[in-house]
């Protein structure tokens, strides 16, 4: 049994719809990651896959309930921490890819690497984390592609050069959000393999997916329902 | 780190940059190039009439004579011992005059006839400055009666002066070895290469050298005419072709002065109008348009005469005094010209009053009782002041002008954030806090001021540099009427500008620190936005 990463316990999460009614998306959702998993949610469209992935990712907060990583309790952090522990340890993956526009594709795989570093240290970063780029590119094969900016790319190099990215500060945990939701059927293929080769490599990884098929190939497969989450047979 | 790359990245990839860099670009130029131009306009007023009449004034009224005026001289320059430069007394009077142009061209102006000792005069204020002949032709102005020099073919078939000027013109390129307004006046006009307008010797001049064997034959004619020196305005034009202000009289051209006869009590009388033949000998610039354009100088000791203001014999067998209208004082450098006023005026009226009372006629006791004594500043006032005030108009309009890039730089970064909206949740999902997504909106800001600044002040800076050429071209490319600065309503022939580097900096700063505190607002929203929701829509 591998060590636990990342824990839910009970997580509600509920949207004010205004004139008093409440939409209730995350009932208590209780949930465990462990450590180098592949682990895969699914669920019919609009029940709250990608509200508990960002809860998870520390990009959104739940309204009761607790995010435990690695024994931090990480509501009890201030938020400049979790803004920290953000940038340090989860990657996120999005369906629409999520690329700066004004940035070549080298920048924005450098970016992270950008904000992890004050201003001071940067310059003495800079060299070691322009070769972590290039390292990160080549595994997902755009090396040739550095100086191209997001719109001259494709949908699937792009949401390569998106998984690039999420690995760049080398993340605990990867969040994938319909990685291939917005791609041909080939095309998910190929970013799905590269997702498998990374799980290889040990990459804890979290995938939200609707396509039962994608779910498939995961270690695990939960299936949020309800605003509960139950083991999919 | 990555707020500066950013800013960097959005300030050069997105057009909407170039928008707010234009806007506080024109801003800063903007005022700069109006709080150059009033600094030019109010130091070049300030300077130029500081030069007009020297440090402390005396005058009962513009036209009103008093006598004794060589005795309070003496008694100030004797009572302020090495304080006093020079001190002159001019006589003023109006007049009319016609100039006797070889062309015929028939031009009355109506004119403000000062007497001046022209010597004496020279050292009480910066007149010397402004004399076009005697700058290129050093000692040669006097107002003594002279004829005209002209021209002529030596020997050798050269072009010669009269060797009073030759030798002038050499000893001023000895001292200015190198001057480029020397030769870019010389060969303007005549056939000579050297500045001014000369005549040449006509077939008279010639027989009598040849039957004399004299020189001088040739290098003056006409009989000797008192001297006059006129408001250049009077005597040059601005040719479009070269350039450069031509003199339209050749040196020496007769003018005729016909001169109202006023009483002591500066009435005019109308029963008789004299009729005077001056030779034009040189011509005077003071930089102020007004006094070049009706100014004019003839011998103080010549006018005063033609004025009756001389020592004249009364009916009693007993003479009066001559008479002055102004005298003007001349203190030495940085001296503190305020105090110096204080004890004029106290050696006056305490002094010297009392004592010549006696032999005063009621009427100049009462006048001489209100004798003004002013320094330079407080003679020149009333134009001095109506400048220093637009100083404050032009700082009202530097507010409201930081003001309005305060709210372009607010509107457009606010544009900025809601288009960056997504970015900003993805940077966040990145892990940048809230208060580093408000940076890189600063850093941006702080980036399209500084940009803007130095472009805008370059551009500002370059205008106000070329400003008059850039006047002349569009007043003679495209329309005579777009000339904005024209001499008749200002009191300067060219738009004064000084661009000083303390504003220059100020100026930057401000546009710099309005751009950042535009940007305030959106950096802020910037900050609040909720990465989910902004993730989460398209
Ligand atoms: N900010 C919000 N305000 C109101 N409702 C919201 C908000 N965010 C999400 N919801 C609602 O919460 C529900 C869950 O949304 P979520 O995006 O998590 O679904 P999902 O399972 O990811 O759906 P899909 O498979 O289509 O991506 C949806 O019904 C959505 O309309
Ligand atoms: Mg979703």
Redo the contacts between chains.
């Keep these: 049994m591998s060590e636990m990463i990342l824990q839910a316990e009970r997580v509600t999460r509920s949207f004010d719809l205004g004139a008093g009614s409440k939409l209730e998306v995350l009932r208590g959702v209780s949930l465990q990651v462990r450590q180098g998993e592949l682990l895969a949610i699914t669920g019919p469209s609009g029940c709250g896959k990608?509200?508990l992935l960002?809860i998870l990712?520390l990009?959104?907060l739940p309204n009761s309930g607790q995010v435990i990583y690695q024994g931090q309790r990480v509501l009890d952090l201030s938020?400049?921490q979790r803004?920290?522990?953000?940038?340090?340890s989860?990657g996120?993956v999005?369906q629409?890819y999520?690329?700066?526009?004004?940035?070549n594709v080298l920048?924005n795989v450098l970016?992270?690497q950008?904000?992890?570093?004050?201003?001071s240290s940067?310059w003495s970063q800079r060299g070691p984390a322009r070769r972590r780029a290039l390292d990160v590119l080549e595994r997902v094969g755009l090396q040739q592609r550095l100086r191209h900016r997001p719109n001259q790319l494709s949908g699937g190099e792009r949401q390569r050069v998106a998984i690039a990215?999420a690995l760049m500060?080398q993340p605990a945990v990867l969040l994938a959000d319909e990685p291939t939701g917005n791609l041909d059927k080939q095309t998910g293929q190929e970013v799905l393999r590269l997702l498998h080769e990374l799980h290889r490599s040990g990459q804890t990884l979290l995938l939200v997916t609707h396509d039962a098929e994608v779910a498939q190939s995961a270690d695990r497969v939960l299936r949020l329902e309800e605003g509960q989450l139950i083991p999919a047979v | 780190?990555?707020k500066?790359?950013?800013a960097y990245?959005?300030l050069i990839?997105?057009r909407i940059a170039y928008f707010a860099v234009a806007a506080v670009g024109l801003c800063a130029a903007m005022v700069l190039v109006v709080h150059s131009v009033m600094n030019g306009f109010v130091d070049t007023l300030k300077n130029s009439s500081r030069k007009l009449l020297g440090d402390v004034i005396l005058e009962v009224g513009s036209t009103e004579s008093f006598p004794f005026y060589d005795e309070f001289i003496e008694l100030v320059k004797k009572e302020l011992p090495g304080q006093i430069q020079a001190a002159s007394p001019v006589v003023m009077n109006y007049g009319l005059i016609k100039i006797l142009d070889p062309f015929d061209r028939d031009r009355v102006n109506t004119v403000l006839v000062n007497g001046i000792r022209l010597e004496e005069y020279k050292k009480v204020n910066g007149f010397s400055e402004g004399l076009y002949y005697d700058h290129y032709y050093p000692g040669t102005t006097t107002l003594a009666p002279t004829s005209q020099p002209t021209w002529y073919y030596d020997l050798n078939d050269l072009r010669r002066l009269p060797e009073q000027y030759e030798s002038a013109l050499a000893r001023y390129r000895e001292v200015h070895p190198q001057d480029s307004t020397l030769e870019k006046e010389s060969g303007l006009l005549g056939p000579g290469n050297w500045p001014g307008l000369f005549e040449p010797a006509n077939n008279q001049q010639i027989e009598r050298f040849l039957d004399s064997g004299d020189r001088r034959a040739l290098e003056y004619r006409d009989q000797p005419l008192p001297g006059v020196i006129l408001g250049v305005e009077m005597v040059h034009y601005f040719d479009s072709k070269q350039k450069a202000y031509l003199r339209m009289y050749p040196l020496g051209t007769k003018v005729r002065l016909m001169l109202l006869s006023m009483t002591t009590a500066g009435d005019v009388t109308a029963d008789k109008v004299d009729t005077h033949v001056l030779r034009y000998v040189d011509d005077s610039r003071t930089k102020v348009y007004e006094i070049d354009k009706q100014a004019l100088y003839c011998d103080f000791d010549w006018l005063q005469e033609k004025l009756r203001l001389d020592r004249l014999e009364r009916l009693d067998g007993t003479f009066s005094p001559p008479r002055a209208m102004q005298i003007q004082i001349k203190l030495i450098p940085d001296a503190d010209y305020h105090a110096a006023r204080d004890i004029i005026e106290k050696l006056f009226m305490e002094r010297f009053l009392p004592q010549i009372a006696p032999q005063l006629e009621h009427r100049d006791l009462v006048n001489m009782q209100y004798m003004q004594i002013r320094t330079w500043e407080e003679r020149n006032q009333s134009f001095i002041l109506a400048v220093e005030k637009e100083r404050i108009l032009v700082l009202i309009l530097f507010a409201i002008v930081s003001l309005v890039a305060v709210f372009l730089i607010g509107c457009i970064f606010y544009m900025i954030v809601q288009q960056k909206r997504?970015?900003i949740?993805?940077?966040?999902?990145?892990?940048?806090?809230?208060r580093?997504v408000a940076g890189i909106f600063l850093s941006y800001a702080l980036a399209v001021g500084t940009v803007g600044a130095v472009f805008g002040l370059s551009v500002g800076a370059l205008f106000v540099r070329y400003i008059n050429e850039f006047q002349d071209f569009i007043a003679t490319q495209i329309h005579p009427g777009l000339r904005v600065w024209s001499p008749e309503t200002y009191s300067f022939d060219k738009i004064p500008s000084v661009v000083r580097w303390e504003d220059v900096l100020i100026i930057g700063a401000v546009a710099v620190l309005a751009s950042v505190i535009g940007s305030l607002l959106p950096a802020m929203k910037a900050a609040k936005v909720w990465?989910?929701d902004a993730?989460?829509y398209?």
């Design positions: 990608s509200t960002h990712g990009l959104d938020s400049h803004d920290q522990l953000r940038c340090r989860f996120f999005f629409l999520h690329l700066l526009p004004e940035l920048d970016f992270p950008m904000i992890l570093f004050h201003s940067w990215r500060n | 780190m990555y500066w790359f950013l990245q959005y990839k997105r997504r970015d949740g993805i940077i966040k999902s990145m892990g940048a806090s809230s580093g990465p989910v993730i989460r398209e």
